[in-house]
């Protein structure tokens, strides 16, 4: 049972669209090689090498080959989990690096895959739900940076160029044109650049040359903030149609109003302070891709007040693109959570707690190789020494 979990990966990466570093006879290679575990620790070294220089898209073309060469047992299911997030994670950086939102739409895609077909194989234990919340965290920032970008064009769309007028007093058969360029599209850094990390690891930035105005400090990467996302699968109520498409549908009339559903949760959470609401919802989606209904069923968010808010978010919600055939009624597990304020390291790009950075001695904050406890359980964001 434990290979439809490779079949389900396969599944996506047949649907995705073909990347242009992966050879065209993919798919023949991989039915012939599928056992061939020399062959994927191969490929993953060699992804991390690309990584490593800052080619993004080299590395997940690499990895996604790599995934489907491990043999469908459940002796390989936790490596193949480590590397499903580290391709979620390659994927996203390639979106930012090459401009090209198709990569992070597929990231976002396959990791709700994923983690749907990981709570039917795997159930609800101790381990099975802790490798859930690692690829609803990696889920949940794929997302983020899909709002971000959400309407922007894509790096190789052409740029609006002015049409061209001759210049009326210039002689004959020598004309002058004049053409407008498009926008400069700006990379944002990254700690994940190499040239970044080589420059934050350089005497320019370090304490003991004397470059104390130039030494690198604390800065706050964000503020405490209410979050709130997906936490299972959503379920059809009554006679609705149980389809493939429900966890689609449920998914998009939540992120519709994600935002606002935030906003609920912090102002319940300014009235009583409450760690996390894990509860429900019921919603009738209509053809139309609107909400008609919604409904708290499980635990109120923080009080009553809170889960009024929150009904009234939902009721608010529509779906683009993907709407049902014909009205549905879903019932969505959600999960609302407080996460304290965070600061980075700028001598390392490390984040933390506040208090994290509090109790540190100052002498300790600079540098690479200086103690920093591991944050956000994000194995999938470094170079793995995997066991074979």
């Given at each position: ?278 509860t429900q919802a019921e919603l009738v989606v209509e053809p139309d891709g609107s909400v008609s209904a919604a409904e708290i069923v499980g635990s109120n968010v ?16 529509s779906i683009e693109g993907g709407a049902p055939s014909e009205r549905v009624r879903v019932r969505v597990p959600l999960l609302f959570y407080w996460e304290d ?22 002498e300790m904050n600079y540098g690479l190789d200086s103690p920093m406890p591991s944050i956000e359980g994000g194995d999938f964001r470094t170079s793995q020494s995997?066991?074979?």
């Amino acid at each position: 049972m434990t290979g439809l979990i490779t079949a389900a990966v396969w599944a996506w990466l047949a649907s995705a669209p073909t990347d242009a570093a992966a050879p065209a006879e993919r798919g023949t290679a991989v039915t012939t090689n599928r056992t061939n575990v020399g062959e994927a620790k191969r490929l993953y070294s060699i992804g991390e090498q690309a990584m490593g220089k800052g080619r993004a898209t080299e590395a997940v073309a690499l990895w996604k080959r790599a995934i489907l060469l491990l043999p469908a047992t459940k002796d390989y299911d936790d490596l193949r989990h480590r590397l499903v997030l580290r391709l979620g994670y390659g994927m996203m950086l390639a979106s930012e690096s090459s401009g090209q939102r198709a990569y992070a739409v597929d990231a976002a895609q396959m990791l709700d895959r994923y983690a749907a077909r990981h709570e039917e194989l795997f159930g609800d234990g101790e381990k099975a739900e802790q490798q859930r919340a690692e690829v609803y965290e990696l889920l949940y920032e794929v997302e983020t940076k899909l709002e971000a970008t959400r309407g922007k064009p894509d790096a190789d769309a052409p740029p609006e160029v002015a049409a061209t007028t001759p210049d009326e007093g210039a002689p004959e058969l020598e004309q002058r044109k004049v053409s407008v360029p498009g926008k400069r599209k700006l990379a944002r850094p990254s700690v994940d650049d190499p040239q970044v990390r080589a420059r934050l690891n350089s005497r320019a930035t370090n304490v003991e040359t004397g470059l104390v105005m130039a030494a690198p400090g604390f800065q706050k990467l964000h503020p405490a903030r209410g979050l709130v996302r997906m936490h299972g699968l959503a379920r059809p109520i009554g006679s609705s149609n149980g389809s493939a498409d429900l966890q689609s549908i449920a998914r998009a009339a939540f992120v519709s109003v994600r935002p606002a559903l935030r906003t609920c949760f912090a102002q319940a959470f300014a009235r009583t302070p409450t760690e996390y609401v894990d509860t429900q919802a019921e919603l009738v989606v209509e053809p139309d891709g609107s909400v008609s209904a919604a409904e708290i069923v499980g635990s109120n968010v923080v009080d009553a007040a809170g889960s009024k808010c929150v009904r009234e978010r939902l009721a608010d919600a529509s779906i683009e693109g993907g709407a049902p055939s014909e009205r549905v009624r879903v019932r969505v597990p959600l999960l609302f959570y407080w996460e304290d304020a965070r600061l980075i390291d700028e001598a390392n790009g490390q984040t933390g707690r506040d208090m994290e950075f509090l109790f540190r001695k100052r002498e300790m904050n600079y540098g690479l190789d200086s103690p920093m406890p591991s944050i956000e359980g994000g194995d999938f964001r470094t170079s793995q020494s995997l066991t074979w």
